[in-house]
T-cell receptor, first 113, second 113 residues
């Protein structure tokens, strides 16, 4: 398929462990976004990339969160020393340009026990 | 601070009738508004959008209305179909870009056959 692909689809981890979430955007899409949805909440913006650059990191909840994008394609979101409040569905989206609609992946459901 | 608010968490409508989903926003800098639809275990998909220079945009069974003075928008679905049952997210962005789209908490629509 040609959609946004996220892996893993589900991740259960113990509190204090590090996790890495992966996003493969649609080929040719220059912009990539990370959002998360906690239970009963709306989609919370985390970070976006234009190419490999992340001009706005203000949405990252804490310094335990980091993200990178390489080759203008794949992106990884890393959460260090996970906490229970990190449990959420993490959604990745990509768009052709910053002025194009977002196309979302199916998300990674993260559960921190 | 919830800048985009969907005050109805759920809505039930009979098949064939009109569904009206409402959204209010507080940020007067928002100038582009979108509706996304989300099925369980899938990412949100773009449905329809409207620029602040318009007050109505129609696409098939879906119409979005924008009342800038009231900072209110609504999505009308006519006629409603069982396949429309999903969670609908209202979203808004500033300066016509998608760098930081702000989403509401969603309204779960159930269309009863």
């Amino acid at each position: 398929g040609a959609g946004v692909s996220q892996s893993p689809s589900n991740k259960v981890t113990e509190k204090g462990k590090d996790v890495e979430l992966r996003c493969d955007p649609i080929s040719g899409h220059t912009a990539l976004y990370w959002y998360r949805q906690s239970l009963g909440q709306g989609l919370e913006f985390l970070i976006y990339f234009q190419g490999n650059s992340a001009p706005d990191k203000s949405g990252l909840p804490s310094d335990r969160f980091s993200a990178e994008r390489t080759g203008g394609s794949v992106s990884t979101l890393t959460i260090q020393r996970t906490q229970q409040e990190d449990s959420a569905v993490y959604l990745c989206a990509s768009s052709f340009t910053l002025n194009s609609p977002l196309h979302f992946g199916n998300g990674t459901r993260l559960t921190v026990t | 601070d919830q800048q985009v608010k969907q005050n109805s968490p759920s809505l039930s409508v009979q098949e064939g009738r009109i569904s009206i989903l409402n959204c209010d926003y507080t940020n007067s800098m928002f100038d582009y508004f979108l509706w996304y639809k989300k099925y369980p275990a899938e990412g949100p998909t773009f449905l329809i959008s409207i620029s602040s220079i318009k007050d109505k945009n129609e696409d098939g069974r879906f119409t979005v209305f924008l009342n800038k003075s009231a900072k209110h928008l609504s999505l009308h679905i006519v006629p409603s179909q069982p396949g429309d049952s999903a969670v609908y997210f209202c979203a808004a962005s500033e300066a016509g870009g998608y760098q930081k789209v702000t989403f509401g908490t969603g309204t779960k629509l159930q269309v009863i056959p």
